[in-house]
């Protein structure tokens, strides 16, 4: 049996165990997210996919939709709460876009574009981060990872090599790097693996590529991520 | 009176990019004329910014002077314009925030490739540099950012239009880009 919920007036159907946001994207509807993709189980961590369920300020990622569920989300409330969220992630790494391989292809850029940030606003960290260059076709530049643990669990979930994991507590959270030395270099990692090709920002980059599709002619700097979705979509191109 | 909008304009750390985009309004530079008079701005060479309805700030500060012009513009500018990535977050020029003040200095003056009788700059005329380079809204406050490095030209123009017809500023999608 079809059920169905109401998504910002709209009426979508949904199949017994699905989460609000795997109904809309079925639906063709948008709900901005960076640490949500639909090949992983979701994390929930990011909060950009936040809408309101019944009244209730829920991740759209984690929640399961149900029968008669009201839902908002392109809501100008959960909007400026969204804007807020990338707004702080701006402020606590470093983020050069002008000088960043990714920009242009980036979904932090991308989802920060369609809720209308035209600034981050707050106190800057300018928090203390390295580069790891070890790896021969892989670069790995810590001012700019979101923690959204995409590569964590692709690494662990289909590529079978846990290189990757979160540590840490609150601001001093990170990404971290399983060998002795801490460098992707000393690990089995390789540029065909699942991992280096999910991370939503520059945080892990191929080497040798970096401008060969030109700025200006990117995914998304013609076309809103509303429409083109996500750039993991897109990475063969 | 002659009714016209006074604009200021100013490059902080910045590159003049900005300010080269500006001038990329090309013809419109004409129309814009005809709405409004520039006080200080590199244009005009004026040197100290008087009382002013809108000021443009390119760049992010990076040393005692640049405080000391964007406080100056933030007293004289009714409304006051983050222009571009620099004046955003501090852009390129933040880069050095990943090092101390000292490192960037020695190896620039120091360890430099070339350089001839090593010593760090300490003519009391250089301003002095902060320790890290910070965009302008930590220091005074700013009411729009027009974000890009450079903001593209018809970015700026879109900005003017709005503004100078009393109408709520709004951006089309490609106008808005933070590269
Ligand atoms: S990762 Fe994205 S947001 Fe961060 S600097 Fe690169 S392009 Fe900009
Ligand atoms: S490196 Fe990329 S994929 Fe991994 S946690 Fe950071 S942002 Fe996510």
């Known amino acids: ?185 000393d690990t089995d990692f390789d540029v065909h693996d699942k991992a280096a090709q999910v991370c939503p920002v520059g945080a892990i980059l191929p080497k040798h590529e970096g401008y060969n599709i030109p700025i200006g002619q990117r995914l998304y700097d013609r076309k809103p991520i509303s429409v083109v979705g996500d750039v993991a979509d897109h990475q063969e191109e | 009176m002659s009714g016209k909008v006074k604009v200021a304009t100013t490059s902080l750390a910045g590159c003049f990019g900005c300010h080269m985009s500006f001038l990329d309004i090309d013809e419109r530079l004409i129309a814009l004329s005809e709405l409004v008079e520039f006080d200080r701005t590199p244009i005009t060479d004026i040197k100290e910014v008087g009382p002013c309805d809108i000021g443009l700030i390119e760049g992010g500060v990076c040393n005692a002077e640049n405080v000391e012009v964007l406080k100056e513009f933030r007293r004289n500018c009714r409304i006051l314009v983050a222009m571009g990535a620099c004046a955003i977050n501090g852009g390129i020029p933040a880069m050095r925030n990943s090092f101390d003040l000292k490192e960037c200095l020695e190896e620039s003056y120091v360890h430099g490739v070339g350089v001839e009788d090593p010593q760090i700059p300490s003519d009391t005329e250089i301003p002095l540099l902060l320790n890290k380079v910070h965009p302008i809204h930590e220091v005074v406050k700013i009411d729009y950012f027009l974000p890009g490095c450079p903001p593209p030209a018809d970015t700026i123009w879109t900005f003017f239009e709005q503004l100078l017809n009393n109408q709520p500023v709004e951006f089309t999608y490609r106008q808005i880009h933070y590269d």
């Open chain 1, 1 to 185: 049996m079809i059920r169905h919920f109401t998504l910002d007036g709209k009426k979508i159907p949904f199949r017994e165990g699905q989460t609000i946001m795997e109904a809309a994207q079925d639906a063709g509807i948008y709900i901005p997210h960076l640490c949500y993709n639909p090949e992983f189980v979701p994390h929930g961590s990011c909060r950009v996919c936040t809408v309101k369920a019944n009244g209730r300020i829920v991740a759209s990622c984690t929640t399961p939709a149900t029968e008669e569920m009201q839902v908002e989300n392109e809501t100008e409330e959960l909007q400026g709460n969204r804007r807020e969220l990338l707004q702080m992630l701006f402020v606590e790494g470093n983020h050069v876009c002008p000088g960043c391989e990714k920009s242009g292809a980036c979904q932090l850029q991308a989802v920060a574009y369609y809720t209308g940030m035209l600034a981050p606003e707050f106190t800057y960290f300018y928090p203390m981060r390295t580069v790891d260059s070890s790896h021969p076709d892989v670069a790995i530049d810590y001012n700019r990872c979101i923690l959204c643990e995409l590569c964590v669990r692709a690494s662990r979930d289909e590529d079978g090599k846990n290189i990757f994991s979160i540590d840490g507590r609150g601001i001093n959270t990170h990404l971290t790097v399983n060998s002795a030395s801490g460098k992707l270099g």
